[in-house]
Every structure is written in C-alpha cells, then in structure tokens.
C-alpha cells in the first residue's frame, strides 16, 4: 500500500532526490500507476492467526488517510472498541489531520502533474 514503484523509476531508498514526469527534484509520480495512487483514502491489512490459535489474535492495521502520509494502527477484534483518534461522528481525527497534509502535498505536486 506504501510502494512508490512506478513506470518511470524506482524511487527508493528513500528520500527520493531523482524527479519523474518532468516534476522538480524529489518529485514520485502517483497518478494511475502506483498501489496507493492518488486518490486512495485508507488501507488495511489483516492478519489471520494460524489453524488452532487463538481468533482474538487477529490483528487488523489500519490506515486512515492517504497511505503514503498516515500510519498503521493495530486493531484486535476481541478489544470490542477503536480508540477515539480512529473512530468519532464527525469522522476520524486522525484521518482528518492526514487529509489535510494531503491536500498541501497535492497542492505542491499540482503544477506537475500530467
């Protein structure tokens, strides 16, 4: 969900210090060809416990906000809760803080984008 690899480069080690599609230094183009493109809101990976362990080991690790910006929270089923920075009726805080980095690293990439 985090890979940059695109069809113009392989922008890693990172930080990337290469440009791509004409864009200034730094610059990973992730329109249309990367796993997490531009527009992906959220990710998560599940992980499963093996045949005769324990369900409630289940781990789910969300990501809420752009994957390229956010972080993996764990999540165990068996806690019966998500912690409040996660979940809130207004919408998650803490996608709500990514989101509005998002928009600062769209808005600079903006002008160089294809």
């Known amino acids: 969900m985090r890979d940059l690899y695109n069809i113009y480069d392989n922008p890693y080690p990172l930080p990337y210090f290469g440009t791509q599609a004409y864009g200034p230094p730094g610059y990973i183009f992730d329109y249309g060809c990367t796993v997490a493109n531009r527009s992906t809101s959220s990710a998560a990976v599940i992980r499963g416990v093996r045949q005769n362990e324990n369900p409630n080991l289940t781990t789910i690790f969300a990501v ?16 019966a809760y998500v912690p409040i920075y996660l979940s809130s009726p207004g919408g998650p805080p803490i996608a709500q803080f990514i989101n509005a980095r998002k928009e600062l690293y769209m808005i600079i990439l903006r002008p160089y984008s294809i």
């Open 64 to 79: 809420l906000g752009s994957p390229h910006l956010s972080l993996a929270f764990p999540l165990w089923p068996f806690a």
